[in-house]
Structure formats: structure tokens, C-alpha cells
């Protein structure tokens, strides 16, 4: 940071044209006698604070030359290395608060103009001064364990509409009160021992610890990159065909310094990642963003939006990073990297907003545990006091038309943007609550970015904002974990890696094992052939063990129009055709995502990437 500082019998500025488009109307400024501080800010000054040690050398001018009032002047030229227009913005105002802090008369000339400006400086041998002061060492972000804030109350609400407290729940409702308990953090997700996931994500070949990252941030193999893929146009269709969101994009960097960000950040503190750019010289820290809505907040601030438009989503398939402790990673339920559907609504106000957000509860939420064949048993909605108090109705409404029980935890103060938010719980045969979605009221965020739209009397409002997602992998997670305790795992069909594998009992079966694994391909059913140089009992021993869904062994008694196929799920051997087969399988599959097979039909031809043949 460098400063020029002149003890001025006056200076009058007058802002002529914007130097920075987003920067607000200026007035002209005229100010007696004071000590004029020319300021810029450097590149190097993003990797700290140098507010600390540019107020000493202020107060240490102030001091020498008795002067209380002090005009801080914005002006880039004094640095051929400049900082960031959104840091120095938000370091001039520091700098400005900082002085007003010790009791000064403080004004600020306007920043992000072209200025004219004239100034009388004193001839005394004081009058003239100049500084370059360093960064004192950032201070650590605040991380918050608890997004809520602390609860005052917990009750419940029955699918008949009625609420009843905790301890008046019965045996009937065992499933309520062990997700209450995990709500409540009185069991942690390790309580029912190690998470078969753990073992079950290497040994099917999906995911695996990467030593050459961070720990958190997984690989994938191509097993479990095709159910990635699944999910992602899973995400795709539930939010852009199904709500009709619009797709958009938006970088995985962010600026901590932009005004808007650094509110946000200081809102919502969040552990992130800091990116520093590759050239030595280029000192400015960047985020790696905890989430997409940075990006999307950006869209909306310059979007032009009427009430015509209302409601209408933006969707982004999200790659996201935080800084979880060591501690609490967990293979695929708690990492440091992860991917996430994303979908935010912009609605016209509340009557609009509780419409969508049911909507999103039904056609998101619980539509995400249909398409993977889990129950969802319990909704757990977290919430201002004031505002359930005030549409208290709309929930019970929820439980009665949804048929599920919702378990209600209020608050008087909410630590982030959200003021009402509903997350699916489901469990498996351990018992095991399990949560990988979320829908989100958000009534703050528009302000700190100041979203508005146009109604019909043409005035600007503030619109309320829903937040709707999924985990990747922490779905993943939860379809291993319930898959885990059956007595024949499975995942869904239409997630499964292969649906559909030939197993010819000797070389001479080979050839009509491939020829109807490639009709099966022509459908898009993901199928192939064991060919490898194994016993036949291995063969089938391995195709349990990847828990493919649909097995059939080719051999001399076999025919097109007569196979014994294995059916995984109801652990039956059936004989059908290879048309009834593939009718059987397509049908299985009938309006969820579809991806054809990535791999050679030969299994000989794979690699082998954890295990031993």
C-alpha cells in the first residue's frame, strides 16, 4: 500500500465519469483544512491487511502536524501494480471506518472516478509525506460448526396434522426418534460401527482415497464415473425438464474481495480453500467457492426481471470445496470435494415461494429417494420461530398432502441466508437415518447482492430465492450403505454400472454371448461377456460380487428364444427370450437417465483397478 500524504489548507474533488461501471453516484467534495492522504492499494497487499499498520503511520502524521481531519484519496497511479478494483474498494472503506474509529473527522473522495480535483498544500516542512506500508498477516476466516444457530424448540407433526412433542412420541414411531437423536448430534454417523461404504466403493470399483490430493477429494474409476454421470442427468432432468429450470455455468473461483462476496463470506463463513495465482508476482488470493451461488447471485444481480418471469430457476451442476477437518472426513458422506445438482428459484413473494417449495419437495426431494428405490420416512424442517408461528398451517398442510411426518426444530436467529429448510430423511435396515437432499427458503441473499425485480406497479423488489440439491457422492453413499444390509445388494438397474452380463460355459458359447450382448448394447442396455480364462463357478461368483442385475450363463441348451437368466433382486433363475430380457430390463429402466456402455464388451479387454481377477 502507498500513500502520499499533504497537510492542505483545503482540497475540492469533483467526480466527472465513472472509472468502474458498478461503482454508486458521486457527489463533489470540499473539505478545509486536513491532511489529504492519496492512497492505492497493491497486488501484494491481497495476501493480508495493511489497514493496521497504514492507520499508525496516519496517526503518527496526524500527531506531528495537529490535525484531526484526514480526506482519504483514492488514486491508483501511485502503484504500477495495482490490486484488485473489488479489494481496494473494500479496503478503502476499511481504511475510512479504521479512522473514524479514532475519533477523526473522516471523508472519503469518491472511488472509481475519473476526478478533477484542487488542492492548496501547506509550505511548512511538515506539509509533505510518503509511505509504502506492508499487510499484517490475515486473520483466519470464522468457521461455524452449526449452520442454525441455537434450537429452542423441537416437536413433531404426524401425517394426521398433529403435533406432538418429543417425549410423547410411542414405540410407533422409533424411526422419528432416532433421526431426532442424529437432528440432535445425541449419535454420530459412525454410532452403528464402520460404514460398510467404505469397504463397498473400492471393492466394486467406484471410488478410492487419491494420494496424490488433499485428503477429501476422491478418485472415481469407471464404475462409479457412470453412476456420476446418471446422477448428473438424474439432476438435469428433475430440475431444468421436470421444474423447468434454466442451465447455466459459473466459475469455480471466486474473489473474496468483491464487495458482494466479501458480505457474503462475512454473512456465511464457510472453511474454503485459498488459490494463489501462478505467477510470483501476482500476490491476490482467490476461493475455491463452497457452493455455485456466488455465481448464480452474480446472474441475477445483472439479470433484468420482471414479474412476468416469476418464478424461474437457474440450475448448475456444481463442483464444490470445503475445507472439512481431518476428523470429520467419511469416504463418500463427508469430503472436501463433491458434486452437487443445484437448482435456485427466484419467486415473486411468499404465496409463490410455499407453492414452488412444495413442488420442490415433491418433484426434487422425494423424487430423488424414488428414483433409488428408498422410502423416505421423515422430513425435518428447520425454521425461524416468528416464521413457522406465522404459516404454521402451510406445514401441517405439507404432512397431511405428503403423508410423511415432519419434524420441526425452531430458532429465533438463523446464523446464515435461510430463514426455513426441509431435508429428506431415509434410513437403512440398520436403522441408519440417511439425508443426501435439501430444499432452501433464502430471504437475505438478494439483499447482499441486491437482486430485484420489476412488478406490476414498475417499481424494484426483493424476491425470495429457493435453494434445491443433491449430493453426489454422498447419494452414492447412502444407496451402498441401504444395499449393504440386503440379503442380495443391489443397486437400482438404471444405476447399476452393468445391468446386464453373458457368461459362456466354454469357448464355443463365446460367440452368441457377444453377438446378443451387442443387441443388447444396440438399446442401450450397458452389457458384457465374461471371456476371461476362468471356471465357470468364478464367473458367476464375480458377477454377484459387482452386483449386477440380470446374469446369464450360455451354454449348450441355450438358445435366443430360451436363456436361464439370474435375477439379482428377487434371487430367482428364470428362463424368458433375449427380447423379454431386454423388454424386461428397458422397462426397469423407463423414465430415468440412460447412458450406454462406455466399456468393451469383452471383459477380458478391461483393466483390473482394485482387486485381483
Not at 65 to 75: A, D, E, F, L, T
Not at 157 to 180: D, F, H, Q, T, Y
Amino acid at each position: 500500500m502507498r500513500m502520499v500524504l499533504l497537510h492542505s489548507d483545503s482540497i475540492n474533488v469533483i467526480p466527472r465519469k465513472k472509472a468502474l461501471k458498478q461503482v454508486k453516484e458521486a457527489k463533489p467534495l470540499s473539505v478545509g483544512e486536513c491532511l489529504v492522504v492519496f492512497t492505492a492499494f497493491e497486488d501484494a497487499d491481497e495476501s493480508g491487511n495493511p489497514i493496521p499498520n497504514a492507520v499508525k503511520e496516519i496517526m503518527s502524521i496526524l500527531n506531528k502536524i495537529k490535525v484531526s481531519r484526514v480526506v482519504v484519496y483514492p488514486w491508483v497511479h501511485l502503484t504500477s501494480e495495482p490490486s484488485s478494483p473489488g479489494y481496494a474498494e473494500k479496503m478503502f472503506t476499511q481504511l475510512y471506518d479504521a479512522l473514524k474509529a479514532e475519533g477523526l473527522e473522516v471523508y472519503l473522495a469518491p472511488f472509481g472516478y475519473y476526478k478533477e480535483f484542487e488542492i492548496h498544500v501547506k509550505g511548512h516542512p511538515l506539509a509533505e509525506w510518503s509511505r509504502r506500508v506492508l499487510p499484517v498477516e490475515e486473520p483466519k476466516e470464522e468457521e461455524i460448526d452449526e449452520e442454525e444457530g441455537e434450537m429452542e424448540e423441537l416437536f413433531v407433526i404426524l401425517p394426521s396434522g398433529e403435533v406432538r412433542k418429543r417425549e410423547e412420541l410411542g414405540k410407533e414411531n422409533e424411526r422419528i426418534e432416532m433421526a431426532i437423536k442424529a437432528e440432535l448430534h445425541e449419535i454420530k454417523e459412525t454410532s452403528f460401527g464402520k460404514p460398510p461404504h467404505l469397504e463397498l466403493m473400492r471393492r466394486l470399483e467406484i471410488a478410492d482415497y487419491e494420494e496424490v490430493s488433499d485428503a477429501g477429494n476422491l478418485r472415481f474409476y469407471p464404475n462409479g464415473q457412470i453412476i456420476v454421470e446418471l446422477l448428473r442427468k438424474l439432476g438435469w432432468k428433475m430440475a431444468v425438464d421436470d421444474l423447468g429450470a434454466l442451465p447455466v455455468r459459473t466459475p469455480y473461483i471466486i474473489n473474496p474481495y468483491h464487495p458482494s462476496v466479501s458480505k457474503m463470506i462475512s454473512k456465511f463463513p464457510e472453511r474454503m480453500y485459498r488459490v494463489l495465482p501462478g505467477l510470483k508476482e501476482k500476490k491476490q488470493e482467490f476461493r475455491l467457492r463452497p457452493a455455485c451461488d456466488y455465481g448464480v447471485w452474480s446472474i441475477l444481480k445483472d439479470a433484468v426481471v420482471t414479474y412476468k418471469n416469476l418464478p424461474f430457476g437457474l440450475y448448475e451442476y456444481d463442483i464444490i470445496w470445503r475445507y472439512e477437518q481431518r476428523g470429520e472426513l467419511l469416504g463418500l458422506y463427508r469430503l472436501r470435494n463433491a458434486q452437487m445438482p443445484n437448482l435456485h428459484e427466484v419467486c415473486k413473494d411468499i404465496n409463490q415461494a410455499f407453492d414452488r417449495f412444495q413442488r420442490h419437495i415433491e418433484k426434487f426431494a422425494l423424487a430423488l429417494y424414488n428414483y433409488l428405490d428408498m422410502n423416505p420416512e421423515v422430513l425435518v424442517l428447520n425454521c425461524k420461530r416468528d416464521f413457522y408461528k406465522e404459516h404454521e398451517g402451510v406445514f401441517k398442510k405439507w404432512a397431511r398432502e405428503l403423508d410423511i411426518p415432519i419434524i420441526v426444530k425452531l430458532f429465533s436467529k438463523m446464523k446464515t441466508y435461510k430463514i426455513a429448510w426441509v431435508d429428506v430423511l431415509a434410513f437403512d435396515s440398520l436403522g441408519r437415518p440417511m439425508e443426501v437432499d435439501t430444499v432452501q427458503l433464502d430471504t437475505e441473499s438478494p439483499d447482499w447482492w441486491g437482486i430485484r425485480y420489476v412488478d406490476e406497479d414498475g417499481k424494484e423488489k426483493k424476491p425470495l430465492i429457493l435453494h434445491t440439491g443433491f449430493g453426489v457422492e454422498r447419494t452414492i453413499a447412502a444407496l451402498l450403505e441401504k444395499a449393504s444390509s440386503e440379503g442380495s445388494p443391489s443397486l437400482p438397474t438404471w444405476l447399476s454400472p452393468i445391468q446386464l452380463r453373458f457368461i459362456p460355459v466354454g469357448e464355443k458359447h463365446l460367440d452368441i454371448c457377444i453377438s446378443l450382448a451387442e443387441k443388447a448394447r444396440e438399446v442401450g442396455i450397458r452389457a458384457d461377456v465374461n471371456d476371461k480364462n476362468q471356471a465357470l463357478g468364478k464367473k458367476i461368483r464375480d458377477a454377484e460380487r459387482q452386483w449386477i442385475p440380470y446374469v446369464v450363463v450360455i451354454g449348450d441348451k441355450e438358445s435366443p428364444d430360451d436363456l436361464s437368466v439370474r435375477v439379482r433382486r428377487t434371487k430367482t433363475q428364470e428362463r424368458m427370450s433375449i427380447d423379454e430380457l431386454i423388454a424386461r430390463i428397458k422397462k426397469e429402466c423407463e423414465g430415468k437417465p440412460e447412458l450406454s456402455a462406455p466399456f468393451p464388451v469383452r471383459l477380458s479387454k478391461r483393466p483390473i483397478f482394485v482387486g485381483s481377477s
